[in-house]
């Protein structure tokens, strides 16, 4: 069932973005099925099936068990870490709206790039979850246990921050809460996140047009033609959708007036043209697959499995959540994708590719039986 949701959300996105992506007197723009068939898009989503596929194919509880240097996972943390910090040099990362976030993938005049942060996000918790998993006797213990995932987590926060806030907040709130689901104690990490809120906090105040997203959601009416354009034309796309929406295509706050349309703010354009019944639609399949996931993780046999689990829909929802929220101005704005909806190949194939990793371990839940001393299916406890 999983992957038939994770089909439909894609087929959804797919749709959409099309439709949002219509200009009026734009060779190319046209919300036909024909320039669907040959949209990149298209192939962003065949390759996500495609991942999916691959991934519910993974043992990924035997690849974890890989006692050499070259374990996948630990060539893949460094590997994410080395591109996020390329993406920082100056001519190496592909500027979009200000924002330095994507790197290049091959000649230029191609126009294709990926979003190391992406990646960084999604191998954090496989890697939270090991950790875990490995010292679960000790994660009681700060010194042997906790400091060195917060070491870790700083590091690659401290990396993302600089360009993507959202994303930096997303991976330190996952990896927190999978650190205390993974035996931490719950006063320790509250100690640790007086200094996670005030770096966010400087991070905002050192950024005017993070401090301007602030103002415009406190109130947006201040500055309707400048910083709070964009929370009001939201908000107008989803006040004109009403019960049942325009249409599908009949959208108006598409052709200009609303900002990233197929991007962060594509639930809007699905409110304007499905109207409340498209948006609950959306929802409902969001919480079909957290519901669905959730089971999947219950019946987990070993730590690992139960925090892989865990942190893939701890992302999924979490971001879900703040993109809607944001969309409804139910707080600031902030670059958070709605997953496997909003336009974005990285995206789209990563998130994939993570809940292809759910399915495989509701198979290897059916097959294998839980370990009789070490629960954690992986390597010995070192405390």
């Given at each position: 069932m999983i992957q038939v949701i994770v089909i439909a959300l894609l087929g959804l996105g797919l749709v959409m973005v099309q439709s949002a992506g219509m200009r009026v007197g734009v060779e190319g723009g046209r919300g036909d099925v024909w320039t669907l068939l040959m949209s990149r898009n298209l192939i962003y989503a065949t390759l996500a099936v495609v991942a999916m596929i691959l991934a519910s194919r993974i043992n990924a509880r035997q690849v974890m068990q890989t006692r050499s240097l070259?374990?996948?996972?630990?060539?893949?943390?460094?590997?994410?870490?080395?591109?996020?910090?390329?993406?920082?040099?100056?001519?190496?990362?592909?500027?979009?709206?200000?924002?330095?976030?994507?790197?290049?993938?091959?000649?230029?005049?191609?126009?294709?790039?990926?979003?190391?942060?992406?990646?960084?996000?999604?191998?954090?918790?496989?890697?939270?979850?090991?950790?875990?998993?490995?010292?679960?006797?000790?994660?009681?213990?700060?010194?042997?246990?906790?400091?060195?995932?917060?070491?870790?987590?700083?590091?690659?926060?401290?990396?993302?921050?600089?360009?993507?806030?959202?994303?930096?907040?997303?991976?330190?709130?996952?990896?927190?809460?999978?650190?205390?689901?993974?035996?931490?104690?719950?006063?320790?990490?509250?100690?640790?996140?007086?200094?996670?809120?005030?770096?966010?906090?400087?991070?905002?105040?050192?950024?005017?047009?993070r401090v301007n997203r602030l103002l415009a959601f406190l109130n947006p009416w201040d500055d309707p033609q400048g910083i709070g354009y964009h929370p009001i034309q939201s908000m107008l796309a989803i006040a004109m959708g009403g019960l049942t929406g325009r249409g599908l295509g009949n959208g108006i706050q598409k052709f200009g007036y609303l900002p990233e349309d197929t991007t962060d703010f594509i639930f809007a354009i699905i409110c304007e043209e499905m109207g409340m019944a498209g948006a609950l639609m959306v929802v409902g399949l969001y919480i079909a697959l957290i519901w669905l996931g959730m089971s999947i993780v219950k019946d987990s046999k070993d730590v690992f499995g139960r925090l892989l689990g865990l942190g893939v829909l701890l992302t999924v929802g979490i971001q879900a959540v703040i993109n809607l929220a944001v969309v409804t101005v139910v707080v600031p704005t902030k670059g958070i994708a709605l997953p496997l909806i909003s336009s974005g190949g990285t995206g789209w194939i990563l998130t994939a590719f993570a809940l292809g990793l759910l399915v495989s371990l509701d198979e290897s839940n059916r097959l294998e039986s839980p370990e009789p001393e070490d629960d954690t299916g992986l390597l010995p406890v070192v405390g």
């Open positions: 070259f374990n996948p996972l630990l060539m893949m943390l460094i590997l994410s870490l080395v591109l996020v910090g390329i993406v920082l040099l100056p001519g190496m990362g592909k500027e979009i709206y200000g924002a330095k976030r994507w790197l290049h993938l091959g000649p230029r005049s191609l126009g294709l790039s990926f979003q190391p942060s992406e990646l960084l996000k999604w191998v954090m918790i496989p890697v939270m979850a090991w950790w875990c998993a490995r010292r679960r006797g000790v994660m009681g213990r700060f010194m042997h246990g906790l400091l060195p995932a917060l070491a870790l987590i700083g590091l690659a926060c401290g990396l993302v921050v600089i360009e993507d806030l959202g994303t930096a907040v997303l991976i330190g709130a996952v990896a927190a809460c999978l650190l205390i689901a993974g035996g931490a104690k719950l006063w320790q990490m509250a100690l640790c996140a007086l200094p996670a809120v005030l770096a966010v906090g400087a991070a905002i105040w050192h950024s005017p047009y």
